[in-house]
């Protein structure tokens, strides 16, 4: 049983193998849709933006429960939670003020969440399938200074955030895959 659907509790691997699962496919989804609707800042687009980092705080949420279960450090977690609500808020808002305005606050919460994310996955290291997200973490971190340094630029897109929402899936999916094996070993 698993801790993602409210019963008894799994192992954290096990937990973060079906999240990690799940983050992929949210990704590639958000990701395939966000290329599509990527040339205009409609409705659609803004709502894409916005419940990207919603879901990475539901995520964390899970992985806060699931970790605090089996006595794993969370700070980084909450601190995720914290960056990627506010997050949420921001793009809202930069929205109003056209593309420039959301790729830097997009920018900035990929610089902070890459952090956080690195953190977190060097504390988890003993639990396996951590090294990709250590990497994801870092090059979360680069991206998110790209996209800062790419607002300023004439022609600014969104469709890089699908790219980099992609390549952060392939990650969690490399991760799932290493925490399947750790389990089994």
Partial sequence: ???LVG???ASVPAVLRKLYFLRFAFAAVWAALLFSTADTLGALTVTLLVI???FDVACAAVDIRSARVHGQPVRGLYANIALSGLTAVGLAVAATSGT???LRVWGVWAVTAGIVQLVVGAVRRQLGGQWAMIVSGAVSTLAG???FAQADQD???LSNLAG???????FFLVSALRLGRVRRA
């Fill in 100 to 102: 420039p305005a959301v």
């Fill in 145 to 147: 200074a790209s996209f």
């Fill in 1 to 3: 049983m698993d801790t």
């Fill in 164 to 170: 980099y929402a992609f390549l952060g899936g392939v």
């Fill in 52 to 54: 990207y980092p919603l």
């Fill in 155 to 157: 022609g600014a897109s």
């Fill in 7 to 9: 019963t008894a509790p």
